[in-house]
């Protein structure tokens, strides 16, 4: 397919890209995993820390007013984004995450962060006075990645999730998001819908990186979101007894792990014939002995598809099938189909010369979670020549990263004007 020549002919001037590419390094070796080539850079934790100190003096270097919020999600206003929400005439945000899943790839977050640091640089450079603020965010905690639940920022501050929940959600470790906040410095008992954030946003657009092959297959570096898969995540626990594993007769056994394998078989024929997508990327098995039968498998399964229905009816399949092995099943969170904001998708299009494509995902992201809720979101995607997401071989070319950027900030100057 050629390439088309829309989105790149809106260059980036020396200045921001070198901003960029400088942001870009800095953030290179934070959470990496020499030994994988992947990050780790999990909410609460050190590394999460060190991100967040680096995006506060990002933001004082560029002289923004650096909020957060009780929930810890990070805001860097250009403007007064309360006078601005009293005047009717609340501010545009941009912005992403920096957190990444288990040996993640360098992109999926960051390239957002990044990109909505650098749109204000550009926008600054060519003397742009906004009549709007212009916010950039760092979602805390969007691949939940340590506490099960992912897009936790977005979700407490909007109400999806309740503030008792997000406390007590555990880590591997036993250590609940409250103890992690507190150990942060911060006040669990302050989580829960947090309206004074909400006023501020009059939209919001998330630029991230493709998590497939949407762009190499249309030719093209950016498209505009349309919509999100629904998508959920169940955790299956199997009952089984621990006992010896040489001197057990097979018909004595309460095997935990026999429930579990057939259930992760299955997931992937039950999806296929509904459309859908099954994974079952995650596993606890105790007590973890060789030599021992196992007494209890714990697996999580995300399952998305293109049709709710579908995607319900995958797991109520799975799920039944699993019961029969005594397994129980609990859904851990559920995000509906999210359609961005019509309007303002295509006023993006628009923006940036209607060539640019329009492009569904099934990727979760924050900008589903305020969609749902009411805030007229979009997004902007970078092409990813792997392909590849969720992997240290998710990745973006310079030069489209940049393109991303030129194409973030002119989308944000027609919003903020
Ligand atoms: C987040 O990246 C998700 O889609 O799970
Ligand atoms: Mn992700
Ligand atoms: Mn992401």
Redesign the pocket.
Known sequence: MPERTDVPSLPLAAGPQASFDAMWADLQPVGLEASTGGYRRFAWTGEDHDLREWFAAECARRGLDLTTDRMGNQWAWWGDPDAAAAAGRPGVAVGS?LD??PD?GAF??PLGVVSGLVAIDVLRENGFAPSRPIGVVNFVD??GARFGV?CAGSRVITGAMSADRARSLTDADGVSMAEALRSAGRDPSALGRDEETLRRIGCFVELHVE?GRGLIDLGHPVAVGTDIWPHGRWRFDFPGAANHAGTTRLEDRQDAMLGYADTVLAARSVAAQRGCVATIGKVVVEPGGVNAIPSHVTGWLDSRGPVESDVRAVVAELSSRAETYGATVTEESWTTTTRFDQTLAVRLRDTLGGEVPMLGTG???DAGVLANHGVPTAMLFVRNPTGI??SPEEFAEAEDCHRGVAALARVVEDLAR
């Open positions: 995450h990444s899943v993640g999926d977050g969007e691949e992912a998590q990727a979760g992201h997401s969720h």
